[in-house]
T-cell receptor
Framework: AQRVTQPEKLLSVFKGAPVELKCNYS??????LFWYVQYSRQRLQLLLR??SRESIKGFTADLNKGETSFHLKKPFAQEEDSAMYYC??????????FGTGTRLQVFP | EAGVTQFPSHSVIEKGQTVTLRCDPI?????LYWYRRVMGKEIKFLLH????????ESGMPNNRFLAERTGGTYSTLKVQPAELEDSGVYFC??????????FGPGTRLTVL
């Protein structure tokens, strides 16, 4: 069965520190992977998707099919990065399968 | 351009009552999705409309939930009768292109 695992509920770092939010998935086919972010009092929004291979707000994520991972990374965290981050997988039916989310807290 | 809108933003009802949630997708988006997040759990898919047709309703928890999309525009999700375990945040999303889903702000449902 398709599944997305985000092992950390909370990740706390200081401003300027590197950040890595972990995401592992299980899916037998070729999935599309996404990271969504929800800032305080805002709606869920797409941060990036693996097929775009782009960097958004300094974040990158590389799909590792061997390790079935799609970890989100940023070399230098900023206070405004504090938010809930959700990893999601899209199967061939278009629905999104989400992980439980990781709350990132960036302290000044 | 307005994004996906949902109404109400918050609803508090008693067990056994009926609640109807509404979602207005982005204009021109044929695909409309419902998801929900129950406390402490992940955001889970409920169903997917393509225009007015139900493409996939595999995530609907039981027959107390009824979703409609009249004329392929807005959608409603009715819970009748509501139970305590239905409490959570209900999200709607819409898309034009495959997989690029835009989410609404959600409706927080509290069943007492």
């Amino acid at each position: 069965a398709q599944r997305v695992t985000q092992p950390e509920k909370l990740l706390s770092v200081f401003k300027g520190a590197p950040v890595e939010l972990k995401c592992n998935y299980s899916y037998s086919g070729s999935p599309e992977l996404f990271w969504y972010v929800q800032y305080s009092r805002q709606r869920l929004q797409l941060l990036l998707r693996h097929i775009s291979r782009e960097s958004i707000k300094g974040f990158t994520a590389d799909l590792n099919k061997g390790e079935t991972s799609f970890h989100l990374k940023k070399p230098f965290a900023q206070e405004e990065d504090s938010a809930m981050y959700y990893c999601a997988l899209s199967d061939n039916t278009d629905k999104l399968i989400f992980g439980t989310g990781t709350r990132l807290q960036v302290f000044p | 351009e307005a994004g996906v809108t949902q109404f109400p933003s918050h609803s508090v009802i008693e067990k056994g009552q009926t609640v109807t949630l509404r979602c207005d997708p982005i204009s021109g988006h044929d695909n409309l999705y419902w998801y929900r997040r129950v406390m402490g759990k992940e955001i889970k898919f409920l169903l997917h409309f393509v225009k007015e047709s139900k493409q996939d309703e595999s995530g609907m928890p039981n027959n107390r939930f009824l979703a409609e999309r009249t004329g392929g525009t807005y959608s409603t999700l009715k819970v009748q009768p509501a139970e305590l375990e239905d409490s959570g945040v209900y999200f709607c999303a819409s898309s034009q292109a495959r997989s690029l889903q835009f989410f609404g702000p959600g409706t927080r449902l509290t069943v007492l």
